[in-house]
């Protein structure tokens, strides 16, 4: 029998009237699609991160596909990604016609492991996606020694002039959970080449739908010029946006490509300005408050092993609080699963390896050959982190998952 507690759900948005005004105030501006909020959320985002250049879309996946587009990758090119992560990450690999080539993670924090990239490295990569899994940075001094490393940079074979200008594998981070974490007294977003976030509503820090592609290439790459080829590409190659079109007389175009049609609305963007604004002054200290009472909790009993969220050069952005329990099997964790929603509580798994889904499975990857990432999907449960989960409800969560490991 369900219980008659309260429901806890797993992380609902955080919408208040403050996001209702600012939605409010768009809407009777009349200006709803790409247009002025757009373009200042877009400012914020690389004032926080500490870059200069941010391209805001209607999803991290278009963003991280229209980069891989920008890049030229296509049929015959190989892209390494890891096999524990949300299927965005190699689905937009497969749009592209080009191969996700997957590879095992860590067993300590999760992310992408540096010495099986390097294994899986040929002549055809052409880009590695790491993720920064649950908010926690994937080891970026290590993976940008990789790409730069001479013997690595031999096999590179360059099939565009973007690929050429880099003259290296380019590292595109999914960060869609890592908006504000830390690595080395950086912001994610500025850590390596190029980095894509999720503003999804389960996100951190949403605007509904919504990405945002952070651009820090080396010279002699032109971000200015780079970021007006994405705005154009994310808008049907159409060479004047609608807001530039809506000026007196102005209205001939040309469309100089076939691009797509992923560009953010004002809309989106007035709820991402209220999330920004407050977003490291209170989400991130109400996130890093819920879990630091699960870490308390759950580290004083032997059965369980807590995530790594914070280490000498880290600090996640406290996403997903992924729980271990030490010797059970994947159907003992989806009784427990069952057993604590019948407490009114939403439990969450982050995530099912990519060779377990049909999908990739039926393309020959094999489960078989990832066994740390089967290891922690197997024993993970993800659990409730959301801005208005009260201390009371924490302890509610803490208890239940007690009362049924
Ligand atoms: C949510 C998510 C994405 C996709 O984000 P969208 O904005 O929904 O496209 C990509 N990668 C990971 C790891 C995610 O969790």
Not at 245 to 273: F, S
Not at 280 to 308: G, Q, W
Request: charged share 25%; net charge negative.
């Amino acid at each position: 029998m369900p219980s008659s507690l309260s429901y806890i759900p797993f992380s609902p948005p955080r919408i208040d009237d403050k996001i209702i005004a600012e939605v409010t105030a768009t809407l009777q501006s009349r200006w709803i699609t790409t247009g002025p909020r757009v373009k200042e959320f877009e400012k914020r985002i690389a004032q926080y991160v500490g870059i200069e250049k941010v391209v805001c879309v209607n999803s991290a996946s278009a963003g991280l596909e229209l980069m891989l587009r920008w890049f030229g990758v296509q049929e015959g090119d190989e892209v390494i990604v890891p096999a524990y992560t949300y299927c965005a990450t190699a689905n937009v690999v497969v749009h592209c016609g080009a191969k996700p080539v997957m590879v095992d993670v860590n067993a300590d924090d999760f992310n992408i492991n540096i010495q099986n990239i390097e294994k899986a490295i040929t002549e055809k990569t052409k880009v590695i996606i790491p993720v920064d899994f649950a908010g926690l940075p994937c080891d970026y001094d290590e993976l940008n020694q990789l790409v730069y490393n001479e013997k690595i940079r031999c096999k590179f074979t360059p099939r565009t002039l973007e690929q050429e200008t880099l003259g290296r594998i380019l590292i595109l981070s999914d960060s869609a959970h890592s908006i504000g974490a830390i690595y080395n007294y950086k912001h994610t977003g500025a850590l390596t080449d190029v980095s894509v976030f999720s503003f999804h509503a389960v996100k951190n820090l949403t605007s509904a739908e919504g990405g945002a592609i952070c651009l820090n290439l080396p010279t002699p790459f032109n971000l200015e010029e780079i970021y007006k080829q994405l705005r154009t590409k994310s808008l049907h190659g159409q060479t004047k946006d609608a807001l530039s079109k809506t000026q007196i007389g102005n209205w001939r175009y040309d469309v100089c490509e076939a691009g797509y049609k992923c560009n953010m609305t004002d809309i989106l963007a007035a709820i991402g300005l209220v999330e920004l604004e407050r977003y490291e002054n209170d989400m991130l200290v109400k996130r890093k408050h819920i879990f630091d009472k699960y870490t308390e909790a759950f580290s004083k009993d032997e059965r369980f092993e807590v995530p790594v969220y914070e280490t000498d050069t880290k600090q996640s952005s406290y996403h997903v609080y992924p729980l271990r329990i030490k010797n059970i099997t994947e159907k003992e964790r989806d009784v427990i699963i069952q057993q604590v929603a019948m407490q009114n509580i939403s439990l969450n798994v982050h995530f099912i390896p990519l060779p377990m889904l049909s999908f990739y499975k039926n393309n020959g990857y094999d489960i078989q050959d990832f066994p740390v990432a089967y290891d922690n999907y197997a024993r993970e449960i993800s659990l409730p982190v959301y801005y208005d989960l009260t201390d009371e409800q924490v302890e509610r969560v803490i208890e239940a998952i007690y009362n049924f490991v």
